[in-house]
């Protein structure tokens, strides 16, 4: 089920109204690759990410899995190495959809967990995905997640931690924006639909700069802290422990 996005297209959207229900499951990954430059080259270099932090018998989670695609790009990295692969989602119908497109997995090596992340618990993690789903979190339980991540986290194992950013210039803001608003015209969204979109996620989605994320990775502990993709606003920071 990979419908095309055509949610803001004519429904009203409130501000603050946007929530990961059935509707946007059945459009996420139309959604999320038409909105977010550089998505794919996250995916696509998720495999070779994997084989440099490849531990045998060890858990490798995805916070916020969504449809499912962090995971198979992370098993596709993995071949043939003993793991567990662990998904978490807090949205019923994100899940439902997982279950069905990693269905190729072996069960014995998956486990889908429809939980609040900020409930679930990390141990032997090898590595942890989040791909932009921090920024749904509130900020108060950012710095307290990131820690309970390192502490659950084996030795030399690595935190992917994708964000929407933003930047202390206005100016730099508001340059980004417009090339991004630009952008996700190329792809077919309407001014209207673009409109939508940022009235719907007003509140919803909260981002940070790009210092306050790497400060907090260095207080949790982790050794290396650097971005590794970025385009425009939307970056991708590997953390290693």
């Not at 004519?10 to 690759?33: L, Q, Y």
């Not at 995916?43 to 994997?50: A, D, G, Q």
């Not at 486990?111 to 942890?128: F, S, Y």
């Not at 803001?173 to 009235?199: C, M, P, V, W």
């Amino acid at each position: 089920m990979n419908e095309t996005d055509r949610i803001y297209a004519n429904t009203k959207a409130a501000r603050g109204s946007f929530k990961f229900d059935k509707r946007v499951a059945s459009v996420f990954e139309d959604m999320i690759s038409r909105s977010v430059p550089g998505y794919r080259q996250i995916l696509e270099l998720l495999p070779t990410l994997t084989r440099r932090f490849e531990f045998a018998n060890q858990n490798y989670y995805d916070l916020g899995c969504s449809l499912g695609a962090g995971l198979l790009a992370i098993n596709q990295g993995l071949g043939k190495t003993p793991a567990t692969l662990i998904g978490v989602d807090n949205s019923s119908a994100m899940i439902t959809q997982a279950k069905h497109n990693l269905a190729t997995i072996s069960e014995q090596n998956l486990t889908l967990l429809e939980e609040d992340l900020l409930k679930v618990k990390i141990e032997r993690a090898a590595m942890v995905l989040m791909n932009f789903t921090l920024q749904f979190i509130p900020l108060s339980e950012r710095a307290s997640l990131i820690g309970k991540i390192f502490s659950g986290m084996h030795a030399g194992g690595a935190l992917i931690l994708s964000e929407k950013i933003t930047f202390d210039n206005e100016q730099t803001n508001s340059a980004l924006t417009a090339i991004h608003h630009q952008f996700k015209a190329d792809q077919g969204y309407s001014d209207l639909e673009i409109a939508q979109k940022r009235d719907a996620i007003e509140n919803v989605l909260i981002p940070e700069t790009l210092d306050a994320h790497t400060q907090r990775l260095k207080k949790a502990g982790f050794s290396v802290v650097t971005p590794w993709v970025q385009n425009l606003q939307f970056v991708s920071i590997l953390a290693i422990k």
